[in-house]
């Protein structure tokens, strides 16, 4: 008798037992796709690190992301471009961008490190260098979509200030097409500003087993409150 009333409460809390049915699926298929996608960047991160193993080739079309490369050409440090709002040890500051020419007049963004930022958001730091003809080591990144807003992604005056890592935003204050990567240069390489460590994600497949976690244990607190509710009533 007990277990036919515990049946007709739920029956009778249709709202309930709709709600709670519903969001304990959503939660267990929201965990298994955090699952999934810690997987996937595992399977990247395995990428990542036997691209970074091999020794650096000459750029060309078939580079891929992650992979070291060399190539001979000129900076230009009269258009660079600084990507705002990038933390270093707890610093704000930016990420140097240099356009770098080469081959038959091709052209690729340099990422040359890390600089504070000064006193006041108008006192831009000196990022100026004699440029002359060099070959360069790095590997190249993809940066990662950002969600955009605002109307002034880009400042008007050099070195301009960027709100994005997007090459293809970027480019537009420029009369060339560059390539849709970005060159990392290795430690210790000549006009090289501090070094960032290269890091293929942000968040890691520990951090996503970590929220599928999460996720897993939502749904097991709200089948018991919904378990706890029934039971009350009955």
């Known amino acids: 008798m007990k277990d036919l009333s515990t049946i007709e409460h739920i029956k009778h809390n249709k709202a309930l037992t709709a709600f709670s049915c519903v969001f304990i699926v959503v939660f267990i298929l929201l965990g298994f796709w955090q699952i999934e996608r810690a997987g996937f960047k595992a399977s990247l991160i395995q990428e990542f690190d036997l691209e970074q193993a091999k020794a650096p080739k000459p750029i060309s ?12 050409g000129l900076y230009d440090p009269t258009q660079q471009v600084l990507i705002d709002n990038q933390i270093k040890d707890g610093k704000v500051g930016y990420k140097i961008y240099t356009p770098f020419y080469y081959g038959q007049d091709q052209a690729i963004f340099v990422d040359r490190g890390w600089i504070s930022q000064g006193k006041t958001r108008n006192d831009l730091p000196n990022i100026n260098f004699k440029a ?18 605002g ?8 070195p301009l200030v960027s709100q994005t890592k997007s090459p293809s935003v970027i480019q537009d ?11 990392i240069l290795d430690p210790g390489s000549l006009f090289m500003n501090e070094h960032v460590a290269l890091t293929p994600f942000v968040i890691t497949p520990t951090k996503h087993y970590g929220y599928a976690l999460q996720w897993f244990t939502m749904s097991l607190v709200l089948a018991g409150m919904f378990i706890y509710a029934i039971k009350r009533e009955s």
């Not at 002359?132 to 807003?149: C, D, Q």
């Open 173 to 183: 204050a420029y009369e060339k097409q560059f390539l849709n990567m970005v060159l």
């Open 151 to 158: 109307d002034e992604l880009l400042t008007n005056d050099w």
């Open 132 to 149: 002359s003809k060099l070959r360069i080591i790095g590997s190249l990144v993809k940066p990662e979509k950002e969600v955009l807003a």
């Open 61 to 72: 079309s078939s580079s891929l992301q992650w992979s070291r490369v060399y190539l001979e």
